[in-house]
């Protein structure tokens, strides 16, 4: 069926080295993560996983396409992770990402750093539908003192959606100082996806009961009016 050798976990591969691909916004590499780590070594194969799994969706189409070269269960595991109704692997991914953050474990961290990479790359297109959802659960994230801070610079990246989430950050004085000033400094490196939140920035640069945050957030205006220019 084209492939060197069978394993239960080839689906999982296949759509692992697309989203890692993403990440590093690499999609040239996709091709030899198939074959070195997916051990896809027909070329028919090789080049037909990688159309389908350019644009970031899996259509029922083209899960039928695959199917010859999924043996047994992996067609139903490569069905699971991408959908057969249009759905983007990357969207799952996504999700995942963001809800397994808001239990504020120590893993957090590093899954909060993975999906500002994802929003960094080509990812961030695939991704604009669910900004909203995102945005929600990164801003349930931003309630855990450990982890966030580590919620704040993925929010920056999701447009509009993000910056009203960083503008409730900003005006909640129960959450601490250094909270307040990162979403603050944010929405300042936002551009016009938060000229919006001036007025709120300009509370805060009067009202904050902290002298940082005030400071942050009037470099943040300063910032978003010279953009502005």
């Given at each position: 069926m084209g492939f060197g050798c069978s394993s239960p976990k080839r689906a999982q591969v296949i759509v692992s080295s697309y989203i890692n691909a993403v990440q590093t916004n690499d999609m040239h590499a996709y091709k030899h993560m198939?074959?070195?780590?997916?051990g896809i070594d027909d070329p028919k194969a090789i080049a037909l996983f990688a159309d389908i799994m350019q644009d970031g969706v899996v259509t029922a189409q083209e899960l039928q396409k695959a199917s010859?070269?999924?043996l047994g269960g992996e067609l139903d595991t490569f069905k699971r992770l991408t959908g057969a109704d249009g759905r983007a692997p990357l969207l799952a991914h996504a999700r995942w990402l963001a809800q397994v953050s808001t239990h504020g474990f120590a893993e957090s961290r590093l899954m909060l750093e993975e999906l500002d990479q994802i929003l960094q790359a080509s990812g961030r297109i695939y991704l604009q539908p669910i900004?909203?959802?995102?945005?929600?659960s990164l801003l349930s994230v931003a309630q855990h003192e450990e982890v966030g801070v580590d919620a704040i610079k993925p929010l920056s990246r999701l447009g509009e959606k993000g910056m009203e989430a960083l503008v409730v950050v900003l005006?909640?004085?129960k959450r601490k100082w250094p909270l307040r000033a990162f979403a603050a400094g944010a929405?300042?490196?936002?551009g016009k996806d938060a000229y919006a939140a001036i007025p709120s920035l300009m509370q805060s640069a009067?009202?904050?009961?902290?002298?940082?945050?005030r400071s942050v957030?009037?470099?943040a205006i300063d910032q978003l009016t010279n953009q502005g220019r």
């Open positions: 198939l074959s070195e780590d997916a010859p070269y999924l900004y909203g959802e995102l945005a929600q005006k909640d004085y929405l300042g490196s936002m009067q009202q904050d009961p902290d002298s940082g945050v957030a009037k470099r």
